[in-house]
């Protein structure tokens, strides 16, 4: 066995003649492994919540989504659907044409986003599983259907057995300012079949219509659409596919993946992660101060035994190295408890539910979401041993220069 090593787990687990040394090291040792887990526990809960977001996405985004990089809306043409369609890795592609509108029903209105869809919209969403009410269903022979976000039904007290239709009120393109009011909207009827639900930003925002619908509402032809939603095949290489459509539709048109299409949201969720990271990290460090007590003591106790391993013939760095191994010992301890006690809360979490959400009715889980990440637990047990290293390197000085007056 490695000498400096032996002696360092001697002097860690032999009873010390001044208890207090004993106590701080229990302290330290605790005090890292509480860090250390709540390092684990936190990290995996924000991992959990972006898996959550992003699993949300699919019912709402498309793989790929292409827009126009000015204005609103893309008058696109058969030629350049063509070539879209020829680029290998796409499986299918819907349009979609977007515009504020005002819902009425029953002497109740709200402003949402009418969003006309084709009909294979749903293969390229994911959107019909986010039925929460109803069918996902845009047309049936001669009908068309509106499917509304739960907060549009909410806000507009409608369902889906509503015996009247929602009356849906757009902009004309030549309304003119004195125009009459009543002449400077098209309006439109249409019953909801469906209600769906995926998070409050999209639930209180999007009511989904047949294109030709939005197109009839909004005075526009049929080449003219907002976006064009495209689903990937699973077996592609989704990075090259992307690139060539960047390289087709650029600099006109804008391509974006699920991540890019939520960029600023996942940035701010990472941002989050991170900032919580480096304030337990520093609260890590606060905890290790008390291995710099704990090996000041313990060298000062050790004064005899210094003297004699020297007299021995052992030199200055041997001793370092006792103290140091000593210090990390105490650090590794920690660490390896608080993973121990991180992880076992977080899978018991992730399996049991154990912490509730307050008022989870109104979200889609009812406990706080989970999810280890193994790069998340090296990456805190390295945090660990690094500052446990350097907590451990300071008091070595004073070993130093206590040898140095023997």
């Known amino acids: 066995m490695n000498f400096p090593f032996y002696v360092a ?189 995926i998070e409050d930003e999209v639930d209180t925002k999007y009511m989904i219509v047949p294109i030709d619908f939005a197109r009839e509402l909004l005075d526009n032809s049929e080449n003219i659409i907002s976006s064009i939603e495209l689903k990937i095949n699973e077996t592609a290489d989704f990075e090259n596919t992307q690139y060539q459509l960047e390289e087709l539709l650029s600099p006109e048109f804008s391509v974006k993946n699920r991540y890019q299409q939520n960029e600023l949201f996942y940035k701010v969720m990472q941002s989050e992660k991170w900032a919580i990271y480096f304030i337990l990290t520093f609260i890590l460090i606060i905890a290790s101060f008390n291995i710099v007590g704990t090996l000041t003591m313990l060298i000062l106790e050790k004064k005899e035994n210094i003297e004699t391993l020297i007299h021995l013939g052992s030199d200055k760095k041997l001793i370092n190295r006792i103290f140091l191994i000593e210090g990390l010992l105490v650090s590794i301890s920690g660490a390896f408890i608080g993973l121990l006690f991180g992880l076992a809360i977080s899978f018991a979490q992730a399996k049991f539910e154990l912490i509730k959400l307050k008022g989870s009715e109104s979200f889609l889980i009812d406990a706080y979401p989970v999810a280890v990440e193994w790069s998340n637990v090296l990456a805190v047990a390295a945090t660990v041993i690094i500052i446990g290293f350097l907590a451990a390197w300071f008091p070595i000085k004073t070993v130093s220069s206590k040898l140095a007056k023997i």
């Open 9 to 197: 787990k001697r002097y860690l687990f032999s009873r010390k003649k001044r208890n207090a040394i004993n106590i701080i090291t229990n302290i330290s040792i605790t005090g890292i492994a509480v860090s250390t887990a709540a390092l684990i526990i936190i990290l995996s809960v924000y991992n959990g919540f972006e898996n959550l977001i992003y699993s949300l996405s699919n019912f709402s985004d498309a793989d790929i989504e292409i827009t126009p990089t000015e204005g609103k809306t893309i008058n696109i043409t058969n030629d350049k659907i063509k070539k879209i369609k020829g680029i290998n890795g796409i499986d299918d592609i819907a349009y979609a044409l977007e515009e504020t509108v005002l819902l009425r029903h029953e002497g109740k209105q709200y402003f949402a986003t009418i969003k006309g869809v084709s009909d294979n919209y749903a293969n390229i969403s994911g959107i019909d599983s986010a039925i929460v009410d109803g069918e996902f269903l845009l047309k049936n022979k001669n009908h068309r259907f509106a499917i509304i976000g739960r907060g549009i039904s909410y806000f507009l007290g409608v369902g889906t057995d509503a015996v009247r239709p929602i009356s849906v009120y757009a902009l004309k393109k030549d309304a003119k300012r004195n125009m009459n009011p009543s002449e400077a909207f098209n309006r439109k009827l249409i019953f909801p079949i469906g209600i769906f639900s």
